[in-house]
């Protein structure tokens, strides 16, 4: 009797020994990764989160991008004017609580005052978008502000450049031919879509401009031909590509710092090229939903 419950015993533990293993494998195999850690593949942070959308652009009046416009449309022009009309009622549906242009957030002061002689009728609006769209449209929402948002970035060249001479430079690093050839075509995209908006009507035309096709577009343009000069040298074209997202991550810490609460809900009026680089940030944020603005075009 003894011996059978000494036997008895020992199978016990061995059997206690055997479960345990096996459970310790189970668990090893089935851990959790961290991907199933974290629901829905995305992190809770307790902050406000805004609503965001881009209204990107053409320039009314300045003439500073790369592209230098062939075609312009007399803004003030009663079929203009009408036809901006009719985007700010399809802009009034996203109800914006506040509006946020491309000037410059060190004449924030200067802008608004501006603002407030115009909501006063006090102040005829330049023929710039961000007073032609901007002012007009949070003066129908009656909001009390306008707010600024750019910023340009210095360029920290470790090397002294001269943007006149790229052709040259890109000659004698044999970079030439590609950044050419890509340029030219490029140069016909930005001429011909240029040249669209003196032939379509101003809402079909913002709904072309903030349309994925467009947007990746001018990122591939990014990404190809010019940001090789330099390659495994200086880096020029690289850097010169950096540029614009340094100067864009500034512009989106300018939005950041406009949240006060999860009503906010901003637009962004900017020069459709901003799209490229600002759409990834917002659709990324963690204090941002983004909607696409085009849905509201239709």
Known sequence: MKKLTFYSIVFSALLAVSCNNARNKDSTTKEPTLENNIKGSSIYVNLPVADIAILGTFHYV???????????????SEKTQNEIKELLE????YKPTKILVEQN??????????????????YELNHNESQQLGFRLAKMLN??????VNVHAPYDFEYEVDFDNWDDY???????NKWNSIKSVYNRHHEYLDSLKTTMPLLGYYKLLNSKEVTKAALQEKLSGL????????YLGADGIAHDYRRNL????NTLSLIENSNDRFLLIIGSNHNTILQPLYKTSLEFNYTDIVDYLK
């Open 143 to 148: 909001h009390e502000h306008i707010y600024a």
């Open 170 to 176: 890109a000659k004698e690093t044999n970079h030439y």
């Open 62 to 76: 300045s003439n500073v991008d790369s592209y230098k416009r062939k075609y312009h449309i007399d803004v003030t």
């Open 250 to 253: 500034r512009i989106y810490v």
């Open 105 to 122: 957030i060190s004449n924030q002061n200067y802008l608004d005052s501006l603002y407030q002689a115009y909501r006063k009728g006090n």
């Open 227 to 234: 940001i090789e000069l330099g390659a495994t040298d200086t």
């Open 90 to 93: 399809k802009l009034k549906d």
